[in-house]
């Protein structure tokens, strides 16, 4: 089974950006689909983007549509998140993780079963 790892955190200033990568070991990476989560205080895990295995299906939540974007790099078996013109309620951990898409699910409805540690976001206003 694959392992994930997160990096590229940190506190930036609201309109800024920052990078998030996932390092994924252990398992073949293209036999996952991939996504980004956040969870922020006191509120439910969402589903931010996600990639299917070749990177020709993608994902965005509306709240990040225009201000984030989500690549995979098969090659480095690593997923990263762009994430520009950031706001205070981006604010959260994010996690990476990583699930078999199956028909008929989708990439918003596939069970996402291996996670990341997260990795914290801190925008200030």
């Known amino acids: 089974q694959v392992q994930l790892v997160e990096s590229g955190g940190g506190l930036v200033q609201a309109g800024g950006s920052l990078r998030l990568s996932c390092a994924a070991s252990?398992?073949?990476?293209?036999?996952?689909?991939m996504g980004w989560f956040r969870q922020a205080p006191g509120k439910e895990r969402e589903l931010v983007a996600a990639?299917?295995?070749?990177?020709?299906?993608?994902y965005y939540a509306e709240s990040v549509k225009g201000r984030f974007t989500i690549s995979r790099d098969n090659a480095k078996n690593t997923v990263s998140l762009q994430m520009n013109s950031l706001k205070p309620e981006d604010t959260a951990v994010y996690y990476c993780?990583?699930?078999?898409?199956?028909?008929?699910?989708?990439?918003?409805?596939?069970?996402?079963?291996?996670w990341g540690q997260g990795t914290q976001v801190t925008v200030s206003s």
């Open positions: 993780a990583a699930g078999r898409l199956k028909f008929p699910s989708t990439l918003t409805t596939l069970r996402y079963d291996t």
């Open positions: 252990g398992g073949t990476f293209t036999s996952y689909a």
């Open positions: 990639i299917n295995w070749s990177g020709s299906n993608t």
